[in-house]
């Protein structure tokens, strides 16, 4: 079965400050990677999607995501984040098979 | 293109009582999956219809059900509630089962008192 780690519960950054979410996932067959956020209150908002061709991935608010298949990982990656940034981050991933799994969630605090 | 609609927002129920949560997925989209959150357990997977079939199922007990209707919509019903129960329900759409990701609603905000 798919799974997929967070290893970061909680990150801490100062505004105008790069950072970094980490994810990895398990499984070695072809996936789908995705990652979403959630602000307080909200439902979750895709942020950017892996589906295929080229392993740099943009998505909105300037984040982006590269997507390694020897390390099976899918890290998040912003070089200034901004107050508004503050909210909870999911990866998530799809397979062949339509299973979607998502990680645990980082919270993700920037501070002034 | 309307998004993920969920109905009602907030809901506050009794212990004992039930519920029913509704969901309006995309226009177009076959898929619908449901998921509790609560901030110990984190997003739980429920389960997920596509095309009026259940095709997926979470670990929660028989008092947790769902269905699909022909246009897509979907309700999901909690009997008995529980304090437990107290979470956000989110629902979320896809055209292709999940595949290609899933559009998320806004949530409704169940508090079991």
């Known amino acids: 079965a798919q799974s997929v780690t967070q290893l970061d519960s909680q990150v801490p950054v100062f505004e105008e400050a790069p950072v970094e979410l980490r994810c990895n996932y398990s499984?070695?067959?072809?996936?789908?990677l995705f990652w979403y956020v959630q602000y307080p209150n909200q439902g979750l908002q895709l942020l950017l999607k892996?589906?295929?061709?080229?392993?740099l991935v943009k998505g909105i608010n300037g984040f982006e995501a590269e997507f390694n298949k020897s390390q099976t990982s899918f890290h998040l990656r912003k070089p200034s984040v901004h107050i508004s940034d503050t909210a909870e981050y999911f990866c998530a991933v799809s397979d062949q098979s339509q299973n979607f799994v998502f990680g645990p969630g980082t919270r993700l605090s920037v501070l002034p | 293109k309307a998004g993920v609609t969920q109905t009602p927002r907030y809901l506050i129920k009794t212990r004992g009582q039930q519920v029913t949560l509704s969901c309006s997925p995309i226009?177009?989209?076959?898929?619908v999956s449901w998921y509790q959150q609560t901030p110990g357990q984190g997003l739980q997977f429920l389960f997920e219809?596509?095309?009026?079939?259940?095709?997926n199922k979470g670990n929660f007990p028989g008092r947790f059900s769902g269905r699909q209707f022909s246009n897509s919509r979907s309700e999901m019903n909690v009997s008995t509630l529980e304090l437990g129960d107290s979470a956000l329900y989110l629902c979320a759409s896809s055209p292709d089962g999940g595949r290609l990701g899933y559009t998320f609603g806004s949530g409704t905000r169940l508090t079991v008192v």
């Open positions: 226009s177009g989209h076959r898929s």
């Open positions: 219809y596509f095309s009026e079939t259940q095709r």
């Open positions: 499984s070695s067959v072809s996936v789908y």
């Open positions: 892996y589906l295929s061709g080229s392993t």
